[in-house]
């Protein structure tokens, strides 16, 4: 069982930044796709970013040129650079780790003011 631990939310002005965290368990080769998600009141949780074991990236089309997924494989963990931040990134932002089945973290708070 893989456990994940995101870091990193907090409260921001419009166009700032934010780095979030997601360590996880094990080593991240040993699964198949990591991913964020996020999930405002009253809406679905929705795709943000996701890499694969192979590298593979994809992006929410609402984020791109904006956001950046990497990885520290030493430090089995994953990252989400949140730059030009929009009130509309307001959201619980959860890590997924995928394997077999998903593995969900607590979620971490990011808050963008106006």
């Known amino acids: 069982q893989v456990q994940v631990v995101e870091s990193g939310g907090g409260l921001v002005q419009a166009g700032g930044s934010l780095r979030l965290s997601c360590a996880a368990s094990?080593?991240?080769?040993?699964?198949?796709?990591m991913g964020w998600y996020r999930q405002a009141p009253g809406k679905q949780r929705d795709l943000v970013a996701s890499?694969?074991?192979?590298?593979?990236?994809n992006y929410a089309d609402s984020v791109k040129g904006r956001f950046t997924i990497s990885r520290d494989n030493a430090k089995n963990t994953v990252y989400l650079q949140m730059n030009a931040l929009k009130p509309e990134d307001t959201a619980v932002y959860y890590c997924?780790?995928?394997?077999?089945?998903?593995?969900w973290g607590q979620g971490t708070q990011v808050t963008v003011s106006s």
């Open positions: 094990e080593s991240i080769f040993s699964i198949n796709r």
């Open positions: 997924a780790a995928i394997r077999l089945k998903w593995y």
């Open positions: 890499i694969n074991r192979d590298g593979d990236i």
